[in-house]
């Protein structure tokens, strides 16, 4: 298999991993990950947060759950405002 062929192989695989996840057949009964953001970080470190809580939901079969409401996020305020969210 190519090196294109395998990464489309890995892409399909990833998206049907977070696909799986993030969308259980039955959101009562599924088990979760609550990551918690900080508005006092910086932009790398929220976005490292994340997928840190990401790889960790994946590796223990959890649905991952942001906690704090996007639109309070400084850095997406404006996109959020503007409906270009």
């Avoid at 294109?4 to 599924?30: M, V």
């Avoid at 079969?61 to 850095?75: E, L, V």
Wanted: aromatic content about 10%.
């Amino acid at each position: 298999m190519g090196t294109k062929a395998s990464f489309k192989a890995a892409q399909r695989f990833i998206k049907s991993e977070l696909d799986r996840l993030q969308n259980p057949p039955n959101c009562a009964a599924a088990k979760t990950l609550v990551c918690a953001i900080n508005d006092e970080w910086q932009l790398g470190e929220m976005v490292h947060q994340l997928v840190y809580c990401m790889i960790v939901a994946w590796k223990y079969n959890r649905t991952m759950i942001i906690q704090q409401d996007a639109a309070h996020w400084r850095y997406q305020s404006k996109i959020v405002s503007d409906n270009r969210f």
